[in-house]
């Protein structure tokens, strides 16, 4: 059975810092794995996709890496600034189905103080 | 561009009572849907998923149902609700199991 599990589960840091949220998997069997914010009360927004032949994806100041065999991701924050404060989930696409459903990990509260 | 419409927002209903809360997918066809629950401390479960008109599978079972009437809309349906009913909604879709998932604002249901 698959389990995802974010370390830590709630990160404090001063604005400008760079910071590294962890997530890992049990089963290196996937089809993806994807990294989401959620905002108090909102919904997820997609951060960003990494499928299982990538190593990593980046999109501004975020790097999201990859390592299946050792069922291990990391998403690396630049120059973190107060408005990325959110809980981040990574998520992974077990390989095992096609049907799509996500595993969720239980997510990272990210404080980031002015 | 593609966009999913959640509603309602926020719903609070005293036990006993039905529920229905529905999603619909804009700009894309022949999508996946699920319907996701976030309780308090528990994380997000997978209760519910369809790859077509007609075709629901359920992940976990509960006192909810699902429905996929057309296409792009998905349902999630209770005849008499439960105090254990309570929580955060979330509708989702995508269109295989390798490309990007993506999520609706949420329901909040407070079961009273």
């Known amino acids: 059975k698959q389990e995802v599990t974010q370390i830590p589960a709630a990160l404090s840091v001063p604005e400008g810092e760079n910071l590294v949220l962890n997530c890992s998997f049990t089963d290196s069997a996937i089809y993806n794995l994807q990294w989401f914010r959620q905002d108090p009360g909102k919904g997820l927004t997609s951060l960003l996709l990494i499928q299982s032949s990538q190593r990593e994806q980046t999109s501004g100041r975020l790097n999201a890496s990859l390592d299946k065999s050792s069922g291990r991701s990391t998403l690396y924050i630049a120059a973190s600034q107060p408005g990325d404060s959110a809980t981040y989930l990574c998520?992974?696409?077990?390989?095992?189905?096609?049907?799509?459903?996500?595993?969720f990990g239980q997510g990272t509260t990210l404080q980031v103080k002015p | 561009s593609q966009t999913i419409h959640q509603w309602p927002a926020t719903l609070v209903q005293p036990v006993g009572s039905p529920l229905s809360l529905e999603c619909t997918v804009e700009g894309t066809s022949n999508p996946n849907l699920y319907w996701y629950r976030q309780a308090a401390g528990r994380g997000l479960q997978l209760l519910f998923y369809?790859?077509?008109?007609?075709?629901i599978s359920s992940e976990v079972p509960q006192n909810l149902s699902a429905s996929r009437p057309q296409d792009r809309q998905f349902i999630l349906s209770s005849k008499k609700l439960l105090l254990s009913d309570s929580g955060f909604y979330l509708c989702?879709?995508?269109?295989?199991?390798?490309?990007?998932?993506?999520f609706g604002q949420g329901t909040r249901l407070t079961v009273v």
């Open positions: 998520a992974v696409t077990p390989g095992s189905s096609n049907t799509g459903k996500l595993i």
């Open positions: 989702a879709w995508r269109m295989s199991a390798d490309t990007e998932a993506f």
């Open positions: 369809s790859v077509g008109i007609g075709q």
